[in-house]
């Protein structure tokens, strides 16, 4: 009983940072949400006992999703509806 | 239960009540250094104690019963207890002087070195 | 002997969604960086428990590669809110 608790909070973690990105206007904020969701299920991989799945979305979701985003709002803008 | 089951319960319980005190830290603190100071110093103790109860359970069980893998386990567990505290350490600074360069101040400030020193 | 171990986890996943506040309500963008970090470090302590808890030797080794990876992210951002990027 006492496991599944962690999970179940883990995934309530996951359903509220998906909505974070979803809600957020300014976009970096939107890119750490969805940092914290790369991180998030980085851990649900591994409490399923996935240990593969769960390192090649620590190096995708952790490492390289951020920083694309990051390159790409550096090229647009910041703040959703902003035109550069 | 033995005195080694007593430091794995000390040291887990050390970890968690330090993690705690950097969250509260977190949301509690009215700034962006002084929350940066309570969560970094106090999660990466909190998080190496909980480490060192990992790596004292791996060395017992390697005494007690003489299989490897658990001597794998608490080399492995120091590892990773090793590159967290160095990555946290070098990310606290790189994001204090970000959030010095992008212009936030500490509430009370009347002297500002850093800007000073035109570094 | 178990039930500590996943006790410390269960400890470690709550402060993880307490963490996820300050990402709300956080005025600046370094204060939702530093609640990032937060929940970075309490990843990787929460894995190296559950890899104690699982009884699977090969699973610390996730926390491990995890610890070296994101710490490449928080250095971009920070570098992009320094201005420096």
């Known amino acids: 009983m006492i496991e599944q608790i962690p999970h179940i909070l883990v995934l309530l973690g996951l359903i509220v940072s998906a909505i974070l990105t979803f809600h957020f206007k300014d976009l970096l904020a939107a890119t750490l949400a969805a940092g914290l969701f790369g991180f998030l299920i980085s851990l649900e991989f591994y409490i399923l006992q996935a240990p593969d799945v769960a390192i090649s979305q620590a190096a ?24 550069s | 239960m033995t005195a080694v089951e007593i430091l794995i319960y000390a040291c887990l319980a050390i970890g968690v009540v330090f993690n705690s005190l950097g969250v509260i830290g977190l949301l509690r603190f009215p700034d962006v250094y002084t929350r940066m100071h309570a969560t970094t110093k106090a999660t990466t103790f909190g998080s190496i104690f909980t480490s060192l109860a990992v790596i004292v359970y791996g060395f017992f069980m390697f005494l007690s019963q003489a299989d490897s893998q658990y001597l794998i386990l608490a080399i492995h567990a120091f590892l990773a207890a090793a590159c967290l505290a160095f990555t946290n350490a070098v990310s606290a600074h790189a994001i204090a002087r970000a959030a010095h360069r992008s212009g936030i101040m500490p509430t009370p400030a009347v002297v500002d070195r850093l800007a000073e020193a035109k570094l | ?31 939702r960086v530093i609640a990032l970090d937060t929940v970075n470090t309490l990843v990787i302590a929460s894995m190296i428990l559950l890899g104690v808890v699982y009884k699977e030797i090969i699973f610390v080794d996730v926390a491990i590669v995890y610890g070296l990876l994101s710490f490449v992210s928080t250095l971009y951002i920070a570098k992009y809110i320094g201005g420096e990027l």
């Open chain 1, 60 to 83: 995708i979701g952790a490492g390289l999703t951020t920083a694309i985003f990051i390159i790409a709002i550096r090229a647009t803008g910041r703040f959703e509806g902003e035109s």
């Open chain 3, 1 to 31: 002997m178990i039930d500590a171990w996943i006790l410390a986890v269960l400890c470690l996943v709550v402060l993880m969604v307490l963490a996820t506040v300050r990402l709300v309500i956080g005025p600046t963008a370094p204060d």
